[in-house]
């Protein structure tokens, strides 16, 4: 499990392609990997990874193609840039809210409002997933816990502050991008509980 702060930002040294995974070599921020074992998990991007090595931090990940189908690793080239976050543990302040790393999809970046300090992206929502959203709402991209802001028929807004814009790859984001999306399973519950209620009323 994670917390949805992003601890920073590392980089893709090397992507290694083998016929139905790939391995991603990640140079992560200076002392993210300090006490990091093999086989613990890291947030990448917000979608939850086994270390398969770590060492003064560098990160080896296998990513399999049902992940990189669903996720938007699958854009990955050498020198980009993605989140990462430790998981977290019983000392861990949940800052954000909880986040298992498990995507339900990716949302297209419809419009980028850049002003000095501070950035407002709308993003499609997955025709799947807009029964899920709603204002004030919490939602997690590209691992970063995030509160919705306008929701719309098919897109929302997130408005993000100076801190998430410098610490987060939010700060490269365009048009175009595709954004990792895992929506807050208390809202999921809830949803999928008045369903089934009002379903039951119905028979």
Do not use: W
């Amino acid at each position: 499990m994670f917390t949805g702060i992003v601890s920073g930002k590392g980089y893709v040294q090397k992507i290694i392609k083998s016929k139905d995974y790939i391995s991603l070599i990640i140079k992560a921020p200076k002392g993210f990997s300090k006490n990091l074992i093999k086989g613990a998990s890291v947030s990448v991007n917000g979608v939850c990874l086994t270390v398969k090595k770590g060492k003064t931090d560098i990160l080896e990940f296998d990513v399999i193609e049902e992940t990189l189908q669903k996720t938007n690793l699958k854009n990955l080239s050498k020198s980009s840039r993605v989140n990462l976050e430790r998981s977290m543990t019983a000392k861990t302040e949940i800052g954000g809210h909880l986040v298992s790393g498990h995507i339900h999809g990716t949302g297209e970046v419809l419009k980028v409002i850049n002003r000095q300090a501070t950035k407002d992206l709308q993003i499609k929502i997955p025709t799947s997933l807009r029964e899920y959203f709603f204002y004030k709402g919490y939602v997690a991209l590209n691992g970063c816990s995030l509160t919705i802001g306008k929701v719309l028929k098919t897109s929302f807004y997130i408005h993000l502050i100076p801190e998430t814009v410098s610490v987060t790859t939010f700060k490269d984001i365009k048009q175009g991008d595709l954004i990792n999306i895992e929506v807050e399973q208390a809202t999921i519950n809830t949803v999928e509980t008045v369903k089934r209620v009002m379903s039951e009323r119905k028979v």
